[in-house]
């Protein structure tokens, strides 16, 4: 008898992909196959994402095709905690859970898929199943988040903080650098506030004694010798702290700061931790410590209540901040949010047209910015080979989200390969090089 084979499609951002990765090791570890399609899947598991309209109807759409195709079906991820709109779309789903829910998953699949475990044939790898290739990998430190931003609804769905303690971190990302993973992006939905739920608790780890904090988690991953990216951070005061270990080298000089919108009174009605003010002085001071020092960021245009001079100081603040990677979003009315009762909601069509003003006001900054590097050698991490040469990312690229370096006829190359490359020639978001 063969060992019963899942299917599994995961939908929405890092976080849940986490999620997916130890669903899929907890099975793996059981005797559970990983099957590729849904013909050859005995039961299919879908990983939702409820964060904004479309991807609700992304989730929705992939939950039917995976009924359609497959016909037995477990739904989990964010969009869980809205089980009667998946029920009134698909009521034939075996199970529902919400997000971060591996045992309740694992549970479900033994009532409709029982395990055939052959101890001596289901080996699994030190570092569980992973989604990404095999030179990176995303590394979760907590789940949940403290603050009531007013467009979001993730704490409805994942909660408030839960941190890992920092030794069981660590010993993931250990073993996971044993694998031979080059680059750890560190995800969450708040990073700068790691800890805060377990009081900064002291742990040990290889002897030394770490408090369960953002700066003891960075240095010690920065001991590591590989990559290490921090995305979600919020900037609050004792992020000051960690960018010196990026000017020292000892963790990539890059920031995913969620920054939202530049105006105050906007802000403030978003319910964000930040006033604009302050993160430009803060964002001088960061450069003035690590000069080479990448920050990414994501801002809603179009959000109720925003006027075009409002708008417009969001415009200034991109000049003035003139920062390296920036996403925008037109504000969407994700059910359950509580900005949807606020008065005068911005009509879609200039929602849209903000967006596209927003775009191209941030391209020409991303373009100087990358221009300037036109010249440098950089080090670059390779993530394929094709048939023109290879495509690599730069300290400054967080895989899938940031620009890419083109190296020009290194087919001899390997992904997972760290290079020089003399920079040749730079667009709106993305580099050609030749090796040094």
Same mark, same amino acid.
């Given at each position: 008898?063969?060992?019963?084979?899942?299917g599994f499609i995961s939908l929405g951002c890092p976080k849940a992909?986490?999620?997916? #990765?130890?669903?899929?090791t907890r099975l793996r570890s059981e005797g559970y196959q990983v099957?590729?399609?849904?013909?050859?899947?005995?039961?299919?598991?879908?990983?939702?994402?409820?964060?904004?309209?479309?991807?609700?109807?992304?989730?929705?759409?992939?939950?039917?095709?995976?009924?359609?195709?497959?016909?037995?079906?477990?739904? /989990?991820?964010?969009?869980?905690?809205?089980?009667?709109?998946?029920?009134?779309?698909?009521?034939?789903?075996?199970?529902?859970?919400?997000?971060?829910? /591996?045992?309740?998953?694992?549970?479900?699949?033994?009532?409709?898929?029982?395990?055939?475990?052959?101890?001596? /044939?289901?080996?699994?790898? %030190?570092?569980?199943?992973? !989604?990404? %290739?095999?030179?990176?990998?995303? !590394?979760?430190?907590?789940?949940?988040?403290?603050?009531?931003?007013?467009?979001?609804?993730?704490?409805?769905?994942?909660?408030? !903080?839960?941190?890992?303690?920092?030794?069981?971190?660590?010993?993931?990302?250990?073993?996971?650098?044993?694998?031979?993973?080059?680059? *750890?992006?560190?995800?969450?939905?708040?990073?700068?506030?790691?800890?805060?739920?377990?009081?900064?608790?002291?742990?040990?780890?290889?002897?030394?004694?770490?408090?369960?904090?953002?700066?003891?988690?960075?240095?010690?991953?920065?001991?590591?010798?590989?990559?290490?990216?921090?995305?979600?951070?919020?900037?609050?005061?004792?992020?000051?702290?960690?960018?010196?270990?990026?000017?020292?080298?000892?963790?990539?000089?890059?920031?995913?700061? %969620?920054?939202?919108?530049?105006?105050?009174?906007?802000?403030? *009605?978003?319910?964000?931790?930040?006033?604009?003010?302050?993160?430009?002085?803060?964002?001088?001071?960061?450069?003035?410590?690590?000069?080479?020092?990448?920050?990414?960021?994501?801002?809603?245009?179009?959000?109720?209540?925003?006027?075009?001079?409002?708008?417009?100081?969001?415009?200034?603040? !991109?000049?003035?901040?003139?920062?390296?990677?920036?996403?925008?979003?037109?504000?969407?009315?994700?059910?359950?949010?509580?900005?949807?009762?606020?008065?005068?909601?911005? %009509?879609?069509?200039?929602?849209?047209?903000?967006?596209?003003?927003?775009?191209?006001?941030?391209?020409?900054?991303?373009?100087?910015?990358?221009?300037?590097r036109v010249g440098r050698i950089e080090t670059v991490l390779i993530? #394929?080979?094709?048939?023109?040469?290879?495509?690599?990312?730069?300290?400054?690229?967080?895989?899938?989200?940031?620009?890419?370096?083109?190296?020009?006829?290194?087919?001899?190359?390997?992904?997972?390969?760290?290079?020089?490359?003399?920079?040749?020639?730079?667009?709106?978001?993305?580099?050609?090089?030749? *090796?040094?």
């Amino acid at each position: 008898m063969s060992n019963p084979r899942v299917g599994f499609i995961s939908l929405g951002c890092p976080k849940a992909l986490v999620d997916s #990765e130890q669903i899929l090791t907890r099975l793996r570890s059981e005797g559970y196959q990983v099957s590729p399609n849904y013909k050859d899947s005995d039961l299919v598991i879908v990983n939702t994402c409820g964060f904004i309209d479309a991807a609700v109807e992304e989730s929705l759409d992939s939950i039917g095709e995976a009924l359609a195709e497959n016909g037995k079906v477990i739904v /989990t991820g964010c969009l869980g905690a809205r089980q009667d709109e998946i029920l009134a779309r698909h009521p034939q789903v075996l199970k529902i859970t919400g997000a971060h829910a /591996t045992d309740e998953v694992v549970s479900a699949v033994h009532e409709y898929l029982p395990p055939a475990h052959n101890p001596f /044939t289901d080996l699994l790898p %030190p570092q569980g199943i992973k !989604l990404t %290739p095999q030179h990176y990998a995303y !590394l979760k430190i907590s789940e949940g988040c403290n603050h009531r931003c007013t467009f979001c609804i993730i704490p409805s769905m994942r909660g408030d !903080l839960v941190s890992r303690p920092i030794d069981d971190v660590m010993q993931e990302a250990e073993r996971l650098a044993d694998a031979g993973v080059k680059e *750890l992006l560190i995800v969450s939905q708040d990073t700068s506030a790691y800890g805060l739920d377990l009081k900064y608790q002291s742990r040990r780890w290889q002897g030394r004694e770490l408090q369960t904090r953002f700066y003891d988690l960075a240095e010690a991953l920065g001991d590591l010798g590989i990559w290490v990216r921090m995305h979600y951070v919020y900037p609050y005061p004792h992020v000051d702290e960690v960018v010196p270990l990026m000017a020292a080298g000892k963790i990539l000089p890059y920031l995913d700061i %969620p920054f939202q919108h530049a105006n105050s009174r906007i802000l403030k *009605l978003m319910k964000r931790p930040a006033a604009a003010e302050n993160n430009l002085e803060r964002i001088r001071a960061w450069r003035n410590i690590c000069p080479d020092l990448t920050i990414r960021s994501t801002f809603i245009v179009g959000f109720p209540g925003e006027t075009e001079q409002e708008f417009e100081e969001l415009l200034q603040f !991109l000049t003035e901040a003139d920062m390296d990677r920036v996403g925008c979003f037109a504000y969407s009315p994700v059910k359950g949010a509580a900005a949807n009762d606020l008065p005068d909601a911005v %009509p879609e069509e200039i929602k849209q047209e903000r967006l596209a003003r927003f775009m191209d006001h941030q391209a020409a900054i991303s373009a100087a910015r990358l221009q300037r590097r036109v010249g440098r050698i950089e080090t670059v991490l390779i993530d #394929e080979v094709v048939e023109e040469g290879a495509v690599a990312r730069s300290k400054s690229d967080a895989p899938e989200i940031d620009g890419q370096v083109f190296i020009d006829n290194a087919t001899h190359l390997k992904v997972g390969d760290f290079v020089e490359v003399e920079i040749e020639e730079a667009d709106e978001y993305d580099l050609w090089g030749h *090796l040094v």
